[in-house]
């Protein structure tokens, strides 16, 4: 059984004697320990590297929704103006036809006076000849 034994060094520079059997299975272990800490190192850098592609596009999606929220808010205020500069307009145009409406009464008025005033030197003309 002594032969079968594995004759070694450990880190701090002891003689070490193991079973082979057991010298084995350590040594998968190690192994497999090594494969283990590899692959998660593999998936810690694939993890980092999707979750700062994930915030550029938050970043993207962030921007855009406030472009869009601004263009919301400009077409809202877009349909206010449009309704206050029609009303404003609708005002003028009343304004403009009362004033129309004031201007054909006056020459209508003006009308009335130049045929009275006609009428009048017509008869004045006729009565003194």
């Known amino acids: 059984m002594d032969e079968d034994r594995v004759v070694q ?3 701090q520079g002891q003689v070490r004697v193991y079973d082979p059997d057991k010298f084995e299975e350590a040594q998968k272990t190690l192994r ?10 593999q998936f ?16 993207a999606i962030e921007q855009e929704k406030l472009r869009a929220i601004g263009a919301r808010n400009a077409v809202e ?15 003028r145009l009343q304004e403009k036809r009362s ?9 209508t008025s003006l009308q009335k006076v130049e045929q009275e005033q006609r009428a009048i ?3 004045l003309s006729f009565s003194g000849e």
């Open 121 to 123: 030197i017509q008869r």
């Open 32 to 41: 497999t320990q090594q494969d283990y800490v590899s692959k998660m190192d």
């Open 99 to 107: 004033e129309l409406d004031r201007y054909v009464a006056e020459h």
């Open 77 to 91: 205020s877009e349909g206010e103006s449009r309704k206050r500069a029609l009303r404003e307009t609708e005002l």
């Open 9 to 11: 060094f450990d880190t």
């Open 44 to 59: 810690r850098t694939a993890v980092t590297a999707t979750m700062s592609i994930v915030q550029q596009l938050g970043k």
